[in-house]
C-alpha cells in the first residue's frame, strides 16, 4: 500500500489562487498543496467553491489572480494524465450512446485525429466496465441507467485512461448504496496501484472511513492535512459557519449526513 504523502512532491497545487464568477471571488488566495498517494476529499458547504477549485486544477477556468499546477506543471500540458469525473448534473443524458461507447470515449486522446477505436479499445473499455460492476449493461443506453449507474460508467471512462491522479466532482452525490460501495472500492484499488484520488465529497459522516486526507473550503481554504488531523470540531465550525448538525439518512438507516449549520 502507498503511504499517504510519501511522494513529497505535490500532485495538485495552487498558489494564492482567486476566481471570479462576476458576483464576487468564487475562491479567494486559495493555496493547496495536495501530496501523492492520498485518497483526499474537498469538502464544504453549497456555494463555497468546491467544484470552481476541481475546474481552475483542469485549467477550465481562467483565474482573476494566482495559479494551479498539475502535476508539476500547467494543467493545460497535463490534464491529459487526469481521469476526470464531472458532476452528473452536467452531463447530457440524452446523448445517444451505449455505456461501453461512452467509456470508449477515454481512448480518443491516445488513437489520434485519423484513427477510430477498434477491438482493442473496445475490449480495454469492457474491462473497465467489468471493473466497476458494469460489464452487463455495456450496450444500455446511458440515458436509461440509475444514477449510480451512470457515475458508475463514467468512473470506467477515466479507468480506461489508466491516470496518474483521479479528479472527481461528487461522485458520490445521488448514488445508491451498492454503487456507493463499488466506487470507493475501485478508487481504493487504484490508490493501492500507487494513483492519487482528489474528490469533492458531501458526506461529513463517511468522509473519515473514505479518505485519508482533506481540505475545508468557503470561497478560502480553511484547512487542509490528514483527515484524521485536520477534521476538527473547530475546523468545520469555521468552514460550515458555525456548528455543524447531523442527521439521520433516510434512504441509509444508521448513516447520517450534515443537514444544517447552527449558528
Avoid: C
Wanted: neutral net charge; hydrophobic residues 40%; glycine residues 12%.
Amino acid at each position: 500500500m502507498v503511504t499517504p504523502g510519501a511522494d513529497l512532491a505535490p500532485l495538485v497545487a495552487t498558489d494564492r489562487l482567486t476566481v471570479d464568477y462576476g458576483e464576487g471571488p468564487a475562491l479567494r488566495d486559495v493555496t493547496l498543496t495536495v501530496p501523492g498517494g492520498v485518497m483526499g476529499a474537498v469538502v464544504g458547504p453549497n456555494g463555497a467553491g468546491k467544484s470552481t477549485l476541481l475546474k481552475s486544477v483542469l485549467g477550465l477556468l481562467t483565474p482573476r489572480s494566482g495559479r494551479a499546477l498539475l502535476l508539476g506543471d500547467s494543467p493545460h500540458r497535463t490534464r491529459h494524465r487526469v481521469g476526470y469525473v464531472p458532476q452528473r448534473s452536467s452531463v447530457d443524458w440524452d446523448f445517444p450512446a451505449d455505456a461501453q461507447t461512452v467509456v470508449t470515449m477515454g481512448l480518443y486522446r491516445g488513437l489520434g485525429p485519423f484513427r477510430r477505436p477498434g477491438r482493442r479499445e473496445r475490449e480495454r473499455a469492457m474491462q473497465a466496465l467489468e471493473t466497476v460492476g458494469m460489464g452487463h449493461l455495456a450496450k444500455r443506453q446511458i440515458g436509461r441507467l440509475s444514477g449510480g449507474q451512470q457515475q458508475r460508467v463514467f468512473l470506467a471512462r477515466a479507468l480506461v485512461q489508466d491516470p496518474e491522479l483521479y479528479l472527481l466532482d461528487e461522485p458520490l452525490a445521488g448514488v445508491d448504496a451498492a454503487s456507493e460501495a463499488a466506487i470507493i472500492a475501485v478508487l481504493r484499488s487504484e490508490r493501492e496501484r500507487g494513483k492519487t484520488v482528489l474528490a469533492v465529497h458531501h458526506d461529513l459522516v463517511s468522509l473519515g472511513d473514505y479518505f485519508d486526507w482533506v481540505a475545508l473550503v468557503n470561497v478560502t481554504l480553511r484547512a487542509q492535512g490528514p483527515t484524521a488531523t485536520t477534521l476538527s470540531e473547530e475546523a468545520l465550525a469555521d468552514t460550515y459557519g458555525g456548528r455543524v448538525v447531523l442527521a439521520a439518512r433516510p434512504d441509509r438507516p444508521g448513516v447520517r449526513e450534515e443537514a444544517a449549520v447552527a449558528t
